[in-house]
Nanobody, 131 residues
Framework: QVQLAESGGGSVEAGGSLRLSCEAS????????MGWFRQVAGKEREAVAA??????VTYSDSVKGRFLIFQEMPKSLSLQINTLKPEDAAMYYC??????????????????????????WGKGTRVTIAS
C-alpha cells in the first residue's frame, strides 16, 4: 500500500503563485507515474501535470507555461503554480501509479483518462482565488 499526503493549498489572488507538495510513503516502486490532478464540483477530475520515473514531464494545455511539476526526492512531488487564474480554483490531488506499465508514454497529463489509471490518491488540498 502507498499513502499520499498533499499540502500547500490556500487562497491566493489572481496572478499570484502557490506551491503544492505531496509526500508518498509505503511500498513504492522504482517505475511509476505521479501526477497532479484537479477537480471542481460537477466536473470530472483532470490531470494537470505528470512525471514518470524516467523524468519525463507532461502538462495539460490549460496549464502549460504556468505550472511546473518537479521532484526533489523520488517519493515527493511538487507543483509550482504561477500566474494563477480564476479557473485554476479547484481541489488538487496527488496521485500515483506504480509498475513498469505506468511509465513512458502511458504517463501523459494530456490524456483525458489518465486519472482512471492512477492506483493511489491523496485526500486533496484546495486552491481558491482570493477576492
Amino acid at each position: 500500500q502507498v499513502q499520499l499526503a498533499e499540502s500547500g493549498g490556500g487562497s491566493v489572488e489572481a496572478g499570484g503563485s502557490l506551491r503544492l507538495s505531496c509526500e508518498a510513503s509505503g511500498r513504492t516502486q522504482r517505475s511509476y507515474c505521479m501526477g497532479w490532478f484537479r477537480q471542481v464540483a460537477g466536473k470530472e477530475r483532470e490531470a494537470v501535470a505528470a512525471v514518470d520515473s524516467d523524468g519525463r514531464v507532461t502538462y495539460s494545455d490549460s496549464v502549460k507555461g504556468r505550472f511546473l511539476i518537479f521532484q526533489e526526492m523520488p517519493k515527493s512531488l511538487s507543483l509550482q503554480i504561477n500566474t494563477l487564474k480564476p479557473e485554476d480554483a479547484a481541489m488538487y490531488y496527488c496521485a500515483a501509479c506504480y509498475g513498469i506499465t505506468c511509465s513512458g508514454g502511458y504517463c501523459d497529463a494530456g490524456r483525458s483518462t489518465l486519472h482512471r489509471a492512477m492506483d493511489y490518491w491523496g485526500k486533496g488540498t484546495r486552491v481558491t482565488i482570493a477576492s
